[in-house]
């Protein structure tokens, strides 16, 4: 298979992998899997608490902060997404193996976007040893937005065709930044919920959004600059070459599914299924910029 068809398969799985990610976190299957890279001591874990060592609650009572009662589906939902994860590693040096061909234009961003896959995998392993420490999450969006920025590189093997002004093309790349910001804003938020859900507890649910910080009211607020630097983009290539492509019909599609999403967390207590949807959508978006901005020039 050539490296362009099999880098596009990487990164759908990169983007499943991401899906799956927002499922763990508002199902609050991060801790479902106490230990790491084995899960209850097993490489396929148990299915019901019988499976498991008379005395696992003491075992694991220190990793889980006292939180020792088994819950299979929270485990089984934390394992599919580890072992999503490294089948997108598989895929990710199946890739980079695949460009060695391609010249240092191609190799240099796929190895960058292997090495942060790579350094993610480590992280995410903290990320349970440390019992979901607040800015190790943030980081672990962080490195992911730069796979995803490396690896749309890498795949961008023609020389850009389509040619934009400087300042339509300018707007393109401060919506991919401004998007980035939310999202590492959003996972902020995403952090002080899972304070919050520990102090108030998960029957608490219609309270949780009223007892975030100010985080949460700067995240939301930012809504309005992403609406009006969109709207800007959309003004300035609605009559460029971007405009017969589907790009500007898929962020306007992006934006409707994160802002939807996000007012029915808002206002009705995190239905389930709109956290994994709104952050889905956020990073679609902003690879959708990356992959305009990377396939264009300016005159």
């Known amino acids: 298979m050539s490296f362009q068809r099999f880098g596009i398969i990487t990164l759908i799985s990169l983007y499943v992998l991401i899906l ?6 508002s199902t ?21 608490a019988s499976e498991l060592p008379f005395n696992y609650q ?33 895929f990710m040096a199946i890739t980079l193996v695949l460009s060695l061909k ?5 190799f240099l961003p796929t ?3 292997f090495l942060l896959v790579m350094a993610n995998a480590v992280l995410g392993k903290y990320v349970v040893d440390s019992f979901l420490l607040p800015g190790v999450v943030t980081m672990h969006m962080l ?7 490396f690896l749309l590189k890498a795949l961008q093997t023609e020389k850009p065709k389509i040619e934009l002004a400087q300042s339509q093309r300018k707007w393109i790349a401060i919506n991919a930044i401004i998007i980035c910001i939310q999202i590492l804003m959003g996972t902020q938020v995403r952090e002080n919920m899972d304070d919050v859900i520990r102090n108030l507890g998960e029957n608490a649910k219609d309270q949780w959004i009223e007892a975030l910080n100010l985080g949460y009211i700067i995240h939301r607020t930012f809504s309005w600059a992403i609406l009006i630097s969109h709207y800007f983009l959309w003004k300035n290539v609605q009559t460029s070459g971007l405009a017969q492509t589907p790009y500007v019909k898929a962020f306007v599609l992006c934006i409707g599914l994160s802002l939807i999403s996000g007012v029915l967390m808002a206002y009705f207590a995190l239905p389930l299924g709109s956290q994994p949807i709104h952050l889905a959508s956020s990073l679609v978006l902003f690879g959708l910029h990356v992959h305009a901005w990377l396939k264009t020039r300016s005159i």
């Open 111 to 113: 190895l960058a976007a």
């Open 58 to 90: 003491e075992i694991y009572k220190e990793k889980l902060h006292g939180e020792v009662l088994f819950n299979p589906t929270k485990t089984w939902i934390e394992y599919i997404n580890r072992l999503i994860g490294a089948l997108t590693g598989l």
């Open 143 to 149: 490195l992911t937005t730069g796979v995803l920025f």
């Open 28 to 48: 609050g299957s991060g801790m479902g899997c106490p230990d790491w890279p084995k899960c209850f001591g097993q490489y396929i874990p148990p299915t019901q």
């Open 20 to 25: 799956a990610g927002g499922i763990v976190r």
């Open 102 to 106: 391609k010249g240092k234009s191609v």
